[in-house]
């Protein structure tokens, strides 16, 4: 998969610095609950990302459907979840978006049954990627740098382990 980032900040030297700063931590990771970021870099003036393609589906998506999991499910997943953040933040990268949306439960591959979970845009928000979505470069650069404070993925991420068990939101600003 390619992610693209916007053209407003693709223009931005310090911003695609600090991009590039990100995705060499990020492609050093090498566990079975990340998704892998394979290659970065530029064309026709935008910075660009490339990520290991997973078939699967979103816990969201599972969400939307079903509401709530089973403790027992949930667990599970959360357990191989957080299994994913220790191996990103042993690079001294950041969680990323640790919503539903970016915890995936993807097929084993070729051969195996079962499924098994990844964090998507491991060290990166979703929203990066999004036009329009920061209206400032000082806001974009705080989600480019490297780890400085592991409790806030620690607490991102049991929030949506709570959101999985209890099927209510909770996401604070």
Known sequence: LIDLLPESISKDPELVRAFESAAERLISIR???????LD????????YLVRQYDEGISLAEV???KKQLEP???ARIFALAFAGLQAIHEKQSQGGD???GNIFLAEMGKGRKGRTIKILRPGLSASLFVEG???KPEEVVPTLRPLSRPEDDLFHLGQSFYEALSGKTCRAT
Request: proline share 4%; aromatic share 8%.
């Open 31 to 37: 566990h079975p609950n990340v998704n892998q970021v």
């Open 40 to 47: 970065f870099g530029k064309a026709n003036g935008r910075s």
């Open 63 to 65: 969400l939307h459907r």
């Open 72 to 74: 027992e499910q949930a």
């Open 98 to 100: 640790l919503g539903a």
């Open 133 to 135: 979505a920061f209206r």
